[in-house]
């Protein structure tokens, strides 16, 4: 009887939705239903979808359907995050274009969808490498270009030399890149930016809108990568030099214990500076700092080098002369790439001063040892010492003092610094949104006019074509980049780089609200109505690149008057990793499970509920640890109640057995608690629960042909609908009932059913009723005992005397034995 096989209904399902449709978001403003906006991080196309997929998507699947079950008018759309590396990558290999490997491969994915079944509306699928895409991702540049948030300079950049490309700071991880894991190298060009720096502000600042929505750890990251700092800009004057330098520093306070000046080894303060007999250690020095990583340059650990550059700098305040140093701990793009060194307080500056012998002075006196002599710098709060009108304050009072006098003097002002740099947006790579700007000799940068809009890429480059040569393969496609000019009509190239996958991606949810328009990147109408998103679901990776790319380009939209809100993403969840044998799956260490087998072996609704049952979403799931033959088995359970369940359709819940109501009633309440604090895996173990009540009343209660069954077994249908969608519907028609299950309604609970009732529980010692209790008819064993030996009535009649046995049957009767 428990032969039921969830890979049996799948086709047939498959087909009976495709015809129904019955996930389409409805625009109409006819349609009374409030809007709910349901969101998933789109896919990347390498290949099918993986074991991470089925997680991530049966996650938010929850979301969306019980917003479906709720009666909302729900958006739960699907697209593809299609431009990118690895799709240029096979085609190099192939000798073919890279659409024709990512298209095969949405279609592949895509197939895998209709089979894994999340409530889509297919009629909004986009790609981010269709031309009908991209036309407006290059609009949206050329907006953030007349606002000045797009622009072009020369300078120090990351340089993958596997990848042959350009990188975000974002994209470099410990000194290596992100995609291929190569030793990131420094390199001087000219590139792209988007000002991301010019919202720092309102990007900290709008996280309020966030807190109790987004997971804690992303505030948290977004927070530090953000990185603001207060406190002092200050100017000091360089010997034989015009222009002052200004250091930013996060401690004024300490300007009296300045006893050295260092600037970045890198920046072109120090090239200009260096005094010509330091030249030729100083050049050497240089040429070992180009090769060094960000991370090990800013690392305590490390011995400090350095050279002096034969040149002094005049403390503003007290006029001493301090010698300049170039050194690499000091990063040339990070405030102004010079700082003031105070080596008492700072660890840095001491390690530094005592490698370099240079002078340490105490200027705050925290009651701890001299820095000079333990090696510990004192970075806490004291008393101001050796400070002239510092003396006596502590740091906050002296911080104020020194900012307040240093203005008054015109040497200096409280400032703002921020860790965040722009965005570096070009890449030197094929497979991307082409840059609409054209150079001219004559009018120089001149943006495409928007009526010459996409600039496509061109198709007729294969193989070899496309493989890294430093700059981008577009470069060398003449017939493409040779263009007359838009102003002057003369010679004129366009601009061969193509912009980061992370710009395609900032903007695509906008996109969905009305993926077929063709006046503007989104119809603002649609976004009004639909947006901000209210539930977005997907992985932890993305907590700092793409969350925080996509706020800004909400802030920019919403600056240029096209959204009336200011965060895009509601809520976030991100779900865990499902790893194998406690570590991540990989396909080089053969650490692997294959989503495809899986449902091939277990059946769609079985992966499903074994990724929801694991655990919290948040969590991780070890694969290994997972069994799928427990899911098969209860959803066999399901089945058979609703094959056997035989009161009619429509028959009086109320004139059925009430124990079973009861317990119907609570598991709705529960569940649906349950699935609006995302507490999944415990909604399905009172699923499980129900499952379980059910079966006992068909057995040995009131029988199959009791409405409470019914009622019961139409229950666990539309609650397991969240969760294993296929057997849901299955059993929904087996009970009757017309499908689709997933909009069948939420069931509610009554309340009348919630109301715990109680049952008498008799107390005996040696055999004789001494007490009686009223007690829920769930009580535990445990807790029965122990209401049993607390009471005094069985105290009394114990008289003293120990106990041998307490015989507990729950809920009725518990038996004392006297020793
Ligand atoms: C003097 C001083 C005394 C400092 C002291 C700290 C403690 P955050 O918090 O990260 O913003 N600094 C400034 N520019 C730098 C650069 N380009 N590269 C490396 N370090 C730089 O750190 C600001 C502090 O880091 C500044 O305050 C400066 O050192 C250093 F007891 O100035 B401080
Ligand atoms: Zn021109």
């Given at each position: 009887?428990?032969?039921?096989?969830?890979?049996?209904?799948?086709?047939?399902?498959?087909?009976?939705?495709?015809?129904?449709?019955?996930?389409?978001?409805?625009?109409?403003?006819?349609?009374?239903?409030?809007?709910?906006?349901?969101?998933?991080?789109?896919?990347?196309?390498?290949?099918?979808?993986?074991?991470?997929?089925?997680?991530?998507?049966?996650?938010?699947?929850?979301?969306?359907?019980?917003?479906?079950?709720?009666?909302?008018?729900?958006?739960?759309?699907?697209?593809?995050?299609?431009?990118?590396?690895?799709?240029?990558?096979?085609?190099?290999?192939?000798?073919?274009?890279?659409?024709?490997?990512?298209?095969?491969?949405?279609?592949?994915?895509?197939?895998?969808?209709?089979?894994?079944?999340?409530?889509?509306?297919?009629?909004?699928?986009?790609?981010?490498?269709?031309?009908?895409?991209?036309?407006?991702?290059?609009?949206?540049?050329?907006?953030?270009y007349e606002r000045g948030l797009a622009y072009r300079k020369g300078g120090q950049v990351n340089w993958c030399p596997n990848d042959q490309t350009v990188l975000a700071n974002e994209q470099v991880v410990g000194g290596h890149c992100e995609r291929c894991g190569a030793?990131?190298?420094?390199?001087?060009?000219?590139?792209?930016y988007f000002r991301i720096t010019e919202y720092a502000d309102r990007l900290l600042e709008d996280m309020k809108q966030l807190e109790g929505k987004w997971p804690e750890r992303v505030l948290v990251m977004q927070r530090n990568w953000i990185g603001r700092s207060t406190?002092?800009?200050?100017?000091?004057?360089?010997?034989?030099?015009?222009?002052?330098?200004?250091?930013?520093?996060?401690?004024?306070?300490?300007?009296?214990?300045?006893?050295?000046?260092?600037?970045?080894?890198?920046?072109?303060?120090?090239?200009?500076?260096?005094?010509?007999?330091?030249?030729?250690?100083?050049?050497?020095?240089?040429?070992?700092?180009?090769?060094?990583?960000?991370?090990?340059?800013?690392?305590?650990?490390?011995?400090?080098?350095?050279?002096?550059?034969?040149?002094?700098?005049?403390?503003?305040?007290?006029?001493?002369?301090?010698?300049?140093?170039?050194?690499?701990?000091?990063?040339?793009?990070?405030?102004?790439?010079?700082?003031?060194?105070?080596?008492?307080?700072?660890?840095?500056?001491?390690?530094?001063?005592?490698?370099?012998?240079?002078?340490?002075?105490?200027?705050?006196?925290?009651?701890?040892?001299?820095?000079?002599?333990?090696?510990?710098?004192?970075?806490?709060?004291?008393?101001?010492?050796?400070?002239?009108?510092?003396?006596?304050?502590?740091?906050?009072?002296?911080?104020?003092?020194?900012?307040?006098?240093?203005?008054?003097?015109?040497?200096?002002?409280?400032?703002?610094?921020?860790?965040?740099?722009?965005?570096?947006?070009?890449?030197?790579?094929?497979?991307?949104?082409?840059?609409?700007?054209?150079?001219?000799?004559?009018?120089?940068?001149?943006?495409?006019?928007?009526?010459?809009?996409?600039?496509?890429?061109?198709?007729?480059?294969?193989?070899?074509?496309?493989?890294?040569?430093?700059?981008?393969?577009?470069?060398?496609?003449?017939?493409?980049?040779?263009?007359?000019?838009?102003?002057?009509?003369?010679?004129?190239?366009?601009?061969?780089?193509?912009?980061?996958?992370?710009?395609?991606?900032?903007?695509?949810?906008?996109?969905?609200?009305?993926?077929?328009?063709?006046?503007?990147?989104?119809?603002?109408?649609?976004?009004?109505?639909?947006?901000?998103?209210?539930?977005?679901?997907?992985?932890?990776?993305?907590?700092?690149?793409?969350?925080?790319?996509?706020?800004?380009?909400?802030?920019?939209?919403?600056?240029?008057?096209?959204?009336?809100?200011?965060?895009?993403?509601?809520?976030?969840?991100?779900?865990?990793?499902?790893?194998?044998?406690?570590?991540?799956?990989?396909?080089?260490?053969?650490?692997?499970?294959?989503?495809?087998?899986?449902?091939?072996?277990?059946?769609?609704?079985?992966?499903?509920?074994?990724?929801?049952?694991?655990?919290?979403?948040?969590?991780?799931?070890?694969?290994?640890?997972?069994?799928?033959?427990?899911?098969?088995?209860?959803?066999?359970?399901?089945?058979?109640?609703?094959?056997?369940?035989?009161?009619?359709?429509?028959?009086?819940?109320?004139?059925?057995?009430?124990?079973?109501?009861r317990v119907t009633h609570r598991t709705i309440d529960e569940v649906t608690t349950l699935v609006e604090a995302y507490r999944f895996n415990v909604a399905i173990a009172r699923i499980m629960e129900l499952v379980s009540a059910t079966r006992r009343a068909i057995d040995?209660?009131?029988?199959?042909?009791?409405?409470?069954?019914?009622?019961?077994?139409?229950?666990?249908?539309?609650?397991?609908?969240?969760?294993?969608?296929?057997?849901?519907?299955?059993?929904?028609?087996?009970?009757?009932?017309?499908?689709?299950?997933?909009?069948?309604?939420?069931?509610?609970?009554?309340?009348?059913?919630?109301?715990?009732?109680?049952?008498?529980?008799?107390?005996?010692?040696?055999?004789?009723?001494?007490?009686?209790?009223?007690?829920?008819?769930?009580?535990?064993?445990?807790?029965?005992?122990?209401?049993?030996?607390?009471?005094?009535?069985?105290?009394?009649?114990?008289?003293?005397?120990?106990?041998?046995?307490?015989?507990?049957?729950?809920?009725?009767?518990?038996?004392?034995?006297?020793?």
């Amino acid at each position: 009887a428990d032969s039921y096989d969830p890979r049996a209904v799948q086709e047939k399902w498959q087909a009976r939705w495709a015809e129904m449709d019955p996930y389409r978001a409805e625009e109409s403003d006819d349609d009374p239903r409030e809007r709910r906006y349901a969101l998933d991080m789109f896919p990347y196309p390498s290949g099918d979808l993986h074991m991470g997929h089925a997680e991530a998507f049966a996650i938010g699947d929850v979301v969306a359907r019980y917003w479906f079950q709720r009666g909302y008018n729900v958006l739960h759309p699907i697209g593809w995050d299609s431009f990118g590396l690895p799709a240029e990558n096979a085609a190099i290999k192939r000798n073919e274009h890279p659409a024709k490997w990512t298209y095969a491969n949405i279609e592949t994915q895509a197939a895998s969808f209709r089979r894994y079944a999340p409530s889509f509306d297919w009629s909004r699928r986009l790609h981010t490498s269709d031309p009908e895409y991209y036309k407006w991702t290059q609009w949206l540049f050329l907006r953030f270009y007349e606002r000045g948030l797009a622009y072009r300079k020369g300078g120090q950049v990351n340089w993958c030399p596997n990848d042959q490309t350009v990188l975000a700071n974002e994209q470099v991880v410990g000194g290596h890149c992100e995609r291929c894991g190569a030793l990131v190298e420094r390199r001087t060009l000219t590139q792209w930016y988007f000002r991301i720096t010019e919202y720092a502000d309102r990007l900290l600042e709008d996280m309020k809108q966030l807190e109790g929505k987004w997971p804690e750890r992303v505030l948290v990251m977004q927070r530090n990568w953000i990185g603001r700092s207060t406190g002092a800009d200050v100017d000091f004057v360089i010997e034989g030099r015009k222009e002052p330098v200004t250091v930013f520093t996060t401690r004024p306070d300490t300007l009296y214990g300045a006893t050295f000046f260092v600037v970045a080894a890198d920046a072109p303060l120090a090239d200009e500076i260096c005094a010509p007999e330091q030249r030729a250690e100083f050049e050497a020095y240089r040429e070992q700092v180009s090769r060094e990583s960000e991370i090990d340059r800013l690392s305590t650990e490390r011995e400090k080098t350095g050279v002096f550059l034969g040149r002094y700098a005049i403390n503003p305040v007290n006029g001493e002369r301090i010698p300049i140093w170039a050194s690499d701990y000091v990063l040339a793009e990070y405030g102004h790439g010079a700082i003031m060194a105070v080596p008492a307080h700072d660890q840095r500056d001491l390690d530094f001063a005592r490698k370099f012998g240079l002078p340490v002075r105490v200027v705050v006196d925290t009651g701890e040892e001299d820095p000079a002599v333990t090696g510990v710098a004192t970075p806490g709060d004291g008393r101001l010492i050796n400070s002239g009108p510092l003396n006596g304050l502590n740091k906050a009072e002296a911080i104020k003092k020194i900012i307040q006098i240093l203005e008054e003097k015109g040497l200096g002002k409280a400032a703002v610094n921020y860790r965040l740099r722009d965005w570096l947006v070009s890449r030197q790579r094929f497979w991307g949104c082409p840059i609409p700007i054209i150079h001219c000799p004559s009018c120089g940068e001149v943006p495409v006019p928007d009526e010459d809009l996409p600039v496509t890429l061109p198709d007729n480059l294969r193989g070899a074509d496309l493989a890294p040569k430093g700059t981008s393969p577009l470069a060398a496609a003449t017939d493409w980049v040779n263009v007359s000019c838009p102003k002057c009509g003369g010679a004129a190239k366009r601009d061969s780089d193509t912009m980061d996958t992370f710009v395609d991606s900032s903007w695509y949810y906008f996109r969905y609200c009305s993926p077929d328009y063709t006046e503007g990147p989104f119809d603002v109408e649609q976004v009004r109505k639909w947006m901000p998103v209210d539930q977005y679901t997907g992985g932890v990776e993305h907590a700092i690149l793409h969350l925080l790319y996509s706020r800004f380009f909400t802030k920019v939209l919403h600056d240029m008057g096209m959204v009336d809100f200011t965060e895009p993403f509601t809520r976030l969840l991100n779900q865990g990793q499902v790893i194998l044998n406690g570590k991540a799956m990989s396909k080089s260490t053969g650490n692997l499970v294959d989503l495809g087998e899986q449902i091939a072996e277990h059946g769609v609704d079985v992966v499903r509920l074994a990724m929801l049952f694991s655990g919290p979403p948040e969590d991780d799931i070890d694969w290994a640890d997972v069994s799928p033959g427990a899911m098969t088995k209860f959803l066999g359970r399901v089945h058979r109640i609703a094959a056997e369940t035989a009161a009619p359709v429509g028959a009086d819940p109320a004139t059925g057995d009430v124990a079973l109501r009861r317990v119907t009633h609570r598991t709705i309440d529960e569940v649906t608690t349950l699935v609006e604090a995302y507490r999944f895996n415990v909604a399905i173990a009172r699923i499980m629960e129900l499952v379980s009540a059910t079966r006992r009343a068909i057995d040995s209660g009131p029988g199959a042909a009791d409405p409470a069954v019914r009622e019961a077994a139409e229950t666990i249908a539309v609650l397991l609908s969240l969760f294993a969608p296929y057997t849901a519907e299955e059993a929904w028609e087996l009970l009757g009932r017309q499908a689709p299950v997933a909009k069948a309604g939420w069931p509610s609970a009554d309340p009348a059913l919630l109301v715990e009732e109680e049952v008498t529980c008799v107390v005996q010692v040696a055999g004789k009723v001494r007490d009686r209790l009223q007690v829920s008819p769930s009580i535990s064993e445990e807790e029965l005992e122990r209401l049993a030996l607390a009471s005094e009535k069985v105290t009394a009649a114990l008289g003293g005397a120990g106990i041998r046995k307490v015989i507990v049957r729950a809920p009725k009767i518990v038996n004392i034995v006297p020793a």
